[in-house]
């Protein structure tokens, strides 16, 4: 029973980690917390699931749209709605507020097109196996959550370390006008950081969908606020962070479900961060920030 | 090759700069002095583009860039090394000076460059794994100036290179100065402290609230009666 719960828990976990670190790239580059990418999860898993329904797609295929239309969406939201208040300098309130209303379109219309009632896979998507592994029985939907999840992250720990434009990133994280000054175009990594961390708010998305078998148009909502709670308790900009805070949630929702009672989940769960909070208010690595001025 | 014209830059709703014209001519170390707040960084600050004049013209080999992004003039070839060194202290030492090197694509030749400011600093090549914060003072301003050569810059501006370091170091840190000028980069200067700056340039404007009030050879400032006054110490 308790094994069981560490094969839901590590999914839930996989997933919730994935969400956020997209969350806190973009937090820690472009210093806005982006109130859309609920939204934009929700749009990754829709576009997997028309995939898969409508064009028959596989599970790489499905997740590659799922991931190009949620950076598209990325993209936009920063070309329109973040990138000008940005250049016209007003950081953080305004854009995130320019996001506040990105999601509520984005989502809206979704609503328009899709309705409100639940979407699912079909039945034969991923074949119900499962595996023994160490006395874990994973089944191969959980095997694959994980596995792409761990990949995805490890892709970008990759890219930020061992790549030109991912040094570039790390640059405009700590000071944009010293990257500017070393040449690197700061607007552009905005924008790539935006892309690239609301693809992973697809990933995440469909294989939310795929991990619950349910897709609906305000299933944004509930990740957004997770996604929040990871951060700043992972410490907020740090990918580590946003890793650890993941499995923090996860592992917390699914003992509490199993435990104690699933009524009480989110209260548990979220109450537990708040303990964790009072011991490092700044986050498990988190940098106490000092206020300049 | 650097050419500021009437050059009128608004900080903060601030008139930093009122008219500012002056030149950098190829293979020459032009030194700016001025007090504190007499608009010296937000000179070299326009040049890069990180503000933008209001009035007057930047032109580069005659090219005007008075409105070009910060990047596309560092491409041009003109690099800063900004006030308090501002190395990415996150990153570690060899990441910064590969960073330096962001707008070239010669990735056999940038290794060998970063070499070459290992020779000439040593002891970054002892830190290269360090992150960059773990730096004393000196060291990170050697790490600011390789990393701006890493840009294989035509003309060098450098603020305030000697801010906060002790007076071995930044006889070091000038003589590396002097050294790189021989080896073909012309630089800008921007100094507090005056009599460094006039003794390793050709020539020297002095900077009072936005506007030039002198300008000449940097040997006769430094007997110039009203720089010594001001600037020299007496």
């Not at chain 1, 509520?104 to 039945?123: C, D, K, L, N, V």
Request: charged fraction near 15%.
């Amino acid at each position: 029973m308790f094994l069981q719960q560490i094969a839901n828990a590590l999914a839930l976990s996989a997933v919730y980690s994935l969400f956020a670190i997209g969350f806190t790239l973009i937090f820690g580059v472009l210093e806005v917390i982006t109130l859309a990418h609920g939204a934009v999860f929700m749009m990754g898993a829709f576009a997997g699931l028309i995939a898969v329904t409508k064009f028959n797609a596989g599970l790489a295929s499905t997740l590659l749209v799922s991931m190009i239309v949620s950076g598209l969406a990325g993209y936009l939201i920063d070309l329109i709605a973040v990138g000008p208040l940005r250049k016209r300098k007003f950081h953080h309130l305004a854009p995130m507020i320019a996001t506040i209303g990105c999601a509520t379109i984005i989502t809206s219309t979704y609503q328009g097109i899709f309705g409100a009632e639940a979407y699912r896979f079909p039945f034969d998507f991923v074949p119900s196996t499962s595996y023994d592994i160490v006395g874990i029985q994973l089944t191969l939907l959980q095997l694959i959550i994980i596995g792409i999840s761990l990949f995805l992250m490890v892709v970008l720990i990759f890219f930020l370390n061992k790549t030109r434009w991912g040094k570039a990133v790390r640059a405009v994280a700590e000071n944009p006008r010293t990257a500017a000054l070393l040449g690197i175009p700061v607007e552009q990594v905005f924008r790539l950081t935006m892309s690239i961390s609301s693809a992973f708010g697809g990933a995440a998305g469909v294989l939310t969908g795929l991990n619950f078998n349910t897709i609906h148009t305000f299933m944004g909502g509930p990740i957004l606020h997770r996604g929040i709670a990871v951060i700043i308790l992972g410490g907020m900009g740090d990918i580590r962070g946003a890793m650890a805070g993941g499995l923090i949630l996860g592992f917390s929702e699914i003992l509490s479900v199993a435990y104690i009672s699933s009524d009480f989940r989110d209260a548990i769960s979220f109450g537990l961060l708040f303990l964790i909070l009072l011991v490092r208010p700044s986050g498990i690595f988190g940098k106490v920030i000092e206020r300049k001025g | 090759m650097l050419e500021l014209r009437d050059i009128y830059t608004n900080y903060d709703h601030i008139r930093a700069l009122k008219g500012i014209s002056l030149t950098v001519r190829e293979g020459e170390i032009v030194a700016l002095i001025g007090a504190n707040g007499a608009g010296k960084s937000t000179t070299l600050n326009t040049i890069s583009g990180i503000v933008k004049a209001a009035k007057g013209a930047v032109l580069y080999n005659d090219k005007n860039i008075t409105k070009s992004s910060t990047h596309s003039i560092v491409k041009g070839g003109i690099v800063q090394v900004p006030e308090g060194r501002a190395i990415l202290t996150t990153l570690k030492v060899i990441e910064n000076l590969e960073l330096g090197a962001f707008i070239r694509k010669d990735s056999h030749q940038i290794k060998n460059d970063i070499e070459s400011v290992f020779s000439r600093f040593p002891i970054l090549e002892k830190r290269a794994n360090q992150l960059a914060g773990t730096l004393s003072g000196g060291e990170q301003q050697m790490l600011a100036i390789g990393r701006a050569l890493m840009a294989k810059p035509k003309i060098l501006l450098l603020d305030e290179p000697s801010m906060g370091l002790a007076p071995l170091v930044v006889k070091g840190i000038f003589g590396i100065i002097r050294e790189i000028n021989r080896e073909g980069t012309s630089i800008l200067i921007v100094e507090q402290n005056a009599r460094m700056a006039l003794q390793i340039s050709n020539r020297g404007y002095v900077l009072e609230t936005g506007r030039i009030v002198l300008e000449d050879s940097s040997a006769s400032l430094l007997t110039n009666k009203k720089v010594i006054e001001a600037y020299l110490g007496g």
